[in-house]
């Protein structure tokens, strides 16, 4: 199999989770400029993948780089001041991905590149090799992460 269609397979094959990364990173106006971020960067990068790791481990890490450089960007986002939820509202009760998107929000790059890896159904221990923590860490985060959304969007 040449390059390009190697890469082209695994850009494929993971389509799906590099779309989900992209829109939960970027907003509605730019997610589809991040994924093409993600896929050139992911082109850059191919010929460096060694197979240390699995190949999907490697993908991820590279998105979620890519994704979290683009979170660092600085840019400008106003907001109207009735759009802004206030603590302990949600803003959405009854659409769950606006709680999700909501929640996501709150939460650091960190936090939210686990969260967003477990709810992918990476294993505990890919999430820990994409992220570069122990399988440990990536526990207690889930553990403070669970706390945090049943603190803030459960709890009256």
């Known amino acids: 199999m040449d390059r390009e269609t190697a890469f082209t397979a695994m850009v494929e094959d993971n389509r799906g989770a590099l779309v989900r990364l992209a829109r939960r990173y970027a907003g509605p106006d730019d997610w589809q400029d991040l994924l093409q971020e993600m896929q050139l960067q992911l082109w850059r990068s191919f010929d460096s993948f060694d197979g240390r790791a699995q190949r999907s481990t ?9 994704a979290l450089s683009h979170v660092r960007k600085p840019r400008r986002d ?25 929640f996501l929000a709150m939460l650091d790059p960190v936090q939210r590149s686990v969260l967003l890896l477990d709810l992918e159904g990476l294993p505990r221990e890919h999430v820990a090799e994409v992220l570069g923590l122990s399988v440990n860490a990536v526990a207690v985060r889930m553990t403070r992460l669970r706390q945090l959304f049943e603190q803030r969007f459960l709890e009256d």
């Open 78 to 102: 106003y907001h109207a001041l009735d759009d802004v939820p206030e603590p302990g509202d949600c803003g959405h009760a009854g659409d769950p991905l606006a709680v999700l998107d909501a």
């Open 58 to 66: 490697w993908l991820y890490r590279v998105a979620l780089n890519t």
